[in-house]
């Protein structure tokens, strides 16, 4: 995004990337619905971003979601807004179709692009030091380059098989950079199940459920039972609650809604409905439509289930106690919290230890759910450095 909108400038624009093809974590992140940005309104989009919502505030204003679709739009993807919110590329469009149009874009621009090559760090006030990793003649071969200002875009610490691998951050602590360790967002959170549990209901979804960390807001989605734990849009949200249990000295535990659309009282009419000869799992499925893994859960988690009274059972259904022991390694994450402090940084995103350096998307220490807001995070600080450089004095060259 940097490299478009600072060519678009008329700036001459050299792109340095360490993998073989360009864009492998945005393929990733399209692996699961492609969802480009969301169509929240601004004030709740920026309260996505956490304890930056009001620095995203303004890199939104700046490169809002609209703003994302008339991007997309003249690269020929012609996008819509999901039921959910979600800004998605119209069913005939892949990821791989945006990225290519895109890629195609820069060349017409007269970006060079060079893949694998690898950022080494800086030489001198101003200067770049890469490494050529091409099968080419010049393989191995190290050299310095001079730009006029310099985008870093060196993404955080999972999927490191897509280049995402955080073995930038020493280059940077070297120079005096401050730095926040990395740590798992949007990932699935581990619990102890039985043998018999795993066994028996393996993966499996859970359909229109609530789920909140000890007892504080919760999130509505679809939460996925795994061999490990459990995953899914709910769960991603409530990384940061999680990471933050065991610091607080609480165990970390998920309450689960099962019928978060069913007034209690209505619960309780249903629950106190005789149930004749019918098994609990019977039971469950007829007055509630509570079906398989749900009777396997509860007898998991709560034994005793089945003997429960109607008001015990009701607050089991409506806040399931599920003690998580731990989250899932850093790389599995779909995003990791931690980076480059933004204390390190002035307004523009520019480094404060290294004037005319320039840091975007991963690198820098936020965090945002699922949903687009990783995605729209990264394209703004993208365009918002850009704007800072194409403002600026430099007028000759950049690297991203």
């Known amino acids: 995004m940097a490299a478009q909108r600072l060519a678009e400038a008329g700036h001459r624009v050299q792109l340095f990337e360490a993998q073989a093809t360009m864009g492998r974590k945005f393929l990733v992140a399209g692996h699961g619905g492609f969802n480009l940005s969301n169509s929240e309104q601004l004030a709740g989009f920026a309260n996505r971003y956490g304890a930056e919502q009001a620095r995203f505030s303004v890199l939104l204003t700046h490169f809002s979601a609209d703003d994302l679709r008339v991007w997309a739009a003249d690269l020929g993807i012609d996008t819509f807004v999901g039921t959910s919110g979600r800004i998605f590329p119209l069913a005939a469009h892949k990821p791989a179709d945006l990225l290519r149009a895109w890629l195609n874009r820069l060349r017409t621009l007269g970006v060079e692009i060079f893949t694998r090559h690898r950022w080494l760090g800086f030489a001198g006030s101003t200067g770049v030091r890469l490494r050529d990793e091409s099968a080419g003649q010049e393989a191995g071969r190290e050299f310095i380059i001079e730009p006029n200002a310099t985008v870093l875009a060196l993404g955080g610490a999972s999927w490191a098989k897509t280049g995402s691998d955080g073995a930038w951050v020493p280059l940077l602590q070297d120079i005096g950079v401050a730095t926040v360790p990395f740590a798992p967002g949007n990932c699935g959170a581990e619990v102890a199940w039985s043998t018999f549990f795993r066994e028996k209901v393996g993966r499996a979804p859970l359909k229109n459920i609530a789920l909140s960390v000890n007892g504080g807001l919760a999130v509505r989605g679809e939460l996925m039972l795994t061999e490990y734990g459990v995953e899914g849009t709910p769960v991603y949200a409530l990384t940061?609650?999680?990471?933050?249990?065991?610091?607080?000295?609480?165990?970390?535990?998920?309450?689960?809604?099962?019928?978060?659309?069913?007034?209690?009282?209505?619960?309780?009419?249903?629950?106190?409905?005789?149930?004749?000869?019918?098994?609990?799992?019977?039971?469950?499925?007829?007055?509630?439509?509570?079906?398989?893994?749900?009777?396997?859960?509860?007898?998991?988690?709560?034994?005793?289930?089945?003997?429960?009274?109607?008001?015990?059972?009701?607050?089991?259904?409506?806040?399931?106690p599920i003690l998580v022991s731990g989250l899932r390694p850093l790389d599995e994450a779909i995003s990791t919290a931690g980076g480059i402090s933004f204390a390190a940084v002035d307004e523009h995103l520019m480094l404060r230890q290294r004037p005319g350096t320039y840091v975007a998307g991963e690198m820098l220490d936020w965090e945002a759910p699922t949903g687009g807001y990783l995605l729209q995070g990264c394209f703004s600080t993208g365009a918002w450095v850009a704007r800072a450089i194409a403002g600026g004095e430099q007028t000759a060259e950049t690297t991203a």
Not at 249 to 257: C, D, G, K, Q
Not at 281 to 296: G, I, N, R
């Open 240 to 320: 940061p609650a999680l990471r933050a249990a065991p610091a607080s000295a609480e165990p970390a535990i998920l309450h689960l809604n099962l019928k978060p659309d069913l007034p209690l009282g209505a619960l309780l009419q249903k629950l106190r409905q005789a149930r004749a000869k019918a098994s609990f799992a019977d039971f469950l499925k007829k007055t509630l439509h509570l079906a398989a893994p749900v009777p396997t859960l509860l007898r998991e988690l709560r034994p005793d289930c089945a003997t429960l009274n109607a008001e015990e059972l009701a607050e089991l259904i409506t806040a399931l």
